[in-house]
């Protein structure tokens, strides 16, 4: 089960720091990606982390500002958002899967309920 927290309204500018807290499984055995998905948009791929932690992938329009990172001793990943623009409004989800990182949501098995975070300009 995942639990997504951390998301609410922002300026541009500012920064949000989402949480997204397992439980139930092997939290390390796990992938772990967030995706979004803004109003009549598909989901899109925002960031993965390898199981280690070592290896992280971004998307384009998040590179440099959003930074994905997970404590496995606490079975939570995080996604520090910086420099927060008005088209980072959406309902963020975290979600699990094993084997490689993908950006391919259709890749992932479990699922968090999603955070909302808003950004107004």
């Known amino acids: 089960q995942l639990q997504a927290s951390g998301g609410g309204l922002v300026q541009a500018g500012g920064s949000l720091r989402l949480s997204c807290a397992a439980s139930?499984?092997?939290?390390?055995?796990?992938?772990m990606g967030w995706f979004r998905q803004a109003p009549g948009k598909e989901r899109e791929f925002v960031a993965s982390?390898?199981?280690?932690?070592?290896?992280?992938y971004y998307s384009d329009s998040v590179k440099g500002r959003f930074t994905i990172s997970r404590d496995n001793a606490k079975n939570t990943v995080y996604l520090q958002m910086n420099n927060l623009k008005p088209e980072d409004s959406a309902v963020y989800y975290c979600?699990?899967?094993?084997?490689?990182?993908?950006?391919?949501?259709?890749?992932?098995?479990?699922w968090g309920q999603g955070t909302q975070v808003t950004v107004s300009s």
């Open positions: 979600a699990a899967r094993e084997g490689l990182p993908s950006p391919n949501r259709y890749d992932y098995d479990y």
């Open positions: 139930g499984r092997t939290f390390s055995s796990y992938v």
């Open positions: 982390i390898s199981r280690s932690g070592y290896t992280t």
